[in-house]
């Protein structure tokens, strides 16, 4: 007999924490992302009430039959710790960044920007992206570029003067990625952050081209 | 009591005050800075500090539950989608040719773009995702 109903722990397919419809059409609901939703929802109303959770969880589950998402495992993992040492880099960072690109803005001289590949260390997807988002929330870089294959991030660095700089942007990333692998990564990922970062690929595509 | 209130309406009124400068900031950077990539620096990230800021005083204005949440929920999406726009903008700026080749330092990515099987999924280095789901 068909179950109606699956949960994840049942079947190990699933993803964590989901629900699997069986019908003429199978379905399987995230619950996370339904409570992520539910609680938007209350937010937007900006009124805690009995009524609103309850049509926020109708809108959500609505949204997510009819809008069905991938059924892949993000590799999401929320560690408290990591993130609120994450938070407070973030923010220390946006200070002193701030401070320096102001002073870029009034400097009379020319400054010379460069574009460099940082090449990153973890590999799946969703901590590629975090750490693209939380490097162009720091005023260190931003991101012109993301390749996917070879978790390779393009920056564009707005002082580049010396190669000092250079390296200083490069550890820099490093440093966010680790951070932000730390707060969100699964284990198999913060092993990987654990290691030193990769030796740069710059010399041999130099070779390459010439 | 109402000492309490004066000290926070007014470290509310400083902070809105500062975040609103930061994002003035950003204005005279996008107006004095040379090029595309240069000003979508100018053009976030002080706004980014500035919203969190202005964030901060509303904050500490209202002083109600909810409406915390509410700002809090500003601020993470304004965290979440602002590099998303800079990023697309700088990355259509660089493939379009926005920028002076020669006003760069260096640029690691140039000789990635013209190398032909380099392009995402063509290359040959698809061992990268024994941990890509």
């Known amino acids: 007999m068909r179950r109606l109903i699956t949960l994840s722990y049942r079947n190990p397919d699933l993803p964590p924490f989901s629900v699997e419809f069986a019908g003429r059409r199978r379905r399987v609901l995230d619950l996370p992302l339904i409570a992520w939703l539910t609680l938007i929802w209350v937010l937007l109303w900006s009124t805690l009430t009995w009524a609103n959770v309850v049509t926020g969880v109708v809108v959500a589950v609505t949204l997510c039959l009819a809008f069905p998402l991938p059924q892949v495992d993000l590799g999401l993992r929320l560690h408290p710790w990591g993130i609120i040492r994450l938070a407070a880099y973030l923010l220390y960072d946006m200070y002193t960044s701030g401070v320096k690109v102001t002073r870029q803005i009034f400097a009379d001289r020319p400054h010379r920007p460069a574009v460099i590949g940082v090449p990153l260390r973890c590999r799946s997807d969703l901590m590629l992206a975090a750490t693209a988002v939380s490097v162009s929330n720091v005023p260190g870089g931003s991101v012109v570029e993301v390749r996917r294959a070879t978790a390779t991030l393009f920056l564009h660095v707005l002082d580049a003067d010396r190669p000092e700089q250079l390296e200083a942007a490069r550890a820099q990333v490093w440093k966010l990625e680790e951070l932000t692998v730390r707060a969100f990564g699964t284990r198999e990922e913060i092993g990987r952050v654990s290691e030193p970062p990769p030796p740069l690929p710059g010399s041999d595509v130099g070779e390459e081209e010439s | ?133």
């Open chain 2, 1 to 133: 009591m109402s000492a309490w209130l004066q000290i926070t309406d007014t470290a509310g009124a400083v902070l809105v005050f500062l975040g609103a400068a930061i994002c003035l900031l950003g204005v005279v950077g996008m107006v004095k800075l040379p090029d595309v990539l240069s000003r979508s620096h100018a053009a976030t990230k002080p706004q980014t500090l500035g919203l969190l800021l202005v964030l901060a005083g509303v904050a500490l204005r209202l002083r109600s539950g909810m409406d915390l949440a509410t700002l809090a929920l500003i601020g993470f999406f304004q965290l979440m989608t602002g590099p998303v726009a800079a990023h697309l903008v700088a990355r259509s700026a660089y493939r379009t040719g926005q920028i002076e080749g020669g006003e760069l330092l260096f640029d690691d990515l140039d000789a990635q773009l013209t190398q032909p099987g380099q392009e995402p999924g063509a290359g040959p280095e698809q061992d990268a995702g024994s941990g890509r789901s």
